[in-house]
T-cell receptor, first 109, second 113 residues
Framework: GIQVEQSPPDLILQEGANSTLRCNFS?????LQWFHQNPWGQLINLFY???GTKQNGRLSATTVATERYSLLYISSSQTTDSGVYFC???????????FGEGTQLTVNP | ETGVTQSPTHLIKTRGQQVTLRCSSQ?????VSWYQQALGQGPQFIFQ???????GRGNFPPRFSGLQFPNYSSELNVNALELDDSALYLC????????????FGPGTRLTVT
């Protein structure tokens, strides 16, 4: 069926380390978003990236739409980067976001 | 520019009761979507409203219903609450339908006892 898969489910890092989170999706998309969910539950928009590459400070993202995956890179991680990262897509022809199960990131000092 | 707002922040209800959650969309956005997030899971799509009409519904029973008003704000109503309805309810707004970027409110945490 149509789905979004994220890996790894859990990731533990030391402060200063780099990491890569992956999102695979099963069909063509016209929207792909990366979110960081803060401890209070709000989803913070990181990237809107249905294709191509974007960078914002220590974070960057790449979506290869033809191969149906996206990567989120976090460099020089900080303890404040801890939390759950979600990938969500809108499959072509639709309007609803379909979320992956998230990656729980813990950055230790 | 005002972001997406939701009320209330927290709510405790008893099984069998009814609840109404509210969402104000970001300025200029005419599309509102509602999502339910159970503990430890990703958000699940409930339904979407575009210019006061329902535009798509997820796998939720009819006791989940909604409205969108002329100013594009929205309500989510849940009747006959069940324990499994305990979750974080998230509202998102976007410029229009399709693949436009969606922006989320802070959520309403509902506990059903």
């Amino acid at each position: 069926g149509i789905q979004v898969e994220q890996s790894p489910p859990d990731l533990i890092l030391q402060e200063g380390a780099n990491s890569t989170l992956r999102c695979n999706f099963s069909d063509s998309v016209n929207n792909l978003q990366w979110f960081h969910q803060n401890p209070w539950g709000q989803l913070i928009n990181l990237f809107y990236i249905p294709s191509g590459t974007k960078q914002n400070g220590r974070l960057s993202a790449t979506t290869v739409a033809t191969e149906r995956y996206s990567l989120l890179y976090i460099s020089s991680s900080q303890t404040t980067d801890s939390g759950v990262y979600f990938c969500a897509v809108v499959f072509y022809g639709g309007s609803r976001l379909t979320f992956g199960e998230g990656t729980q990131l813990t950055v230790n000092p | 520019e005002t972001g997406v707002t939701q009320s209330p922040t927290h709510l405790i209800k008893t099984r069998g009761q009814q609840v109404t959650l509210r969402c104000s969309s970001q300025s200029g956005h005419n599309t509102v979507s509602w999502y339910q997030q159970a503990l430890g899971q990703g958000p699940q799509f409930i339904f979407q409203y575009y210019r006061e009409e329902e535009n798509g519904r997820g796998n939720f029973p009819p006791r989940f219903s909604g409205l969108q008003f002329p100013n594009y704000s929205s309500e989510l109503n849940v009747n006959a609450l069940e324990l499994d309805d305990s979750a974080l309810y998230l509202c998102a707004s976007s410029l229009s339908l399709g693949g436009n970027e969606q922006y989320f409110g802070p959520g309403t945490r509902l506990t059903v006892t």
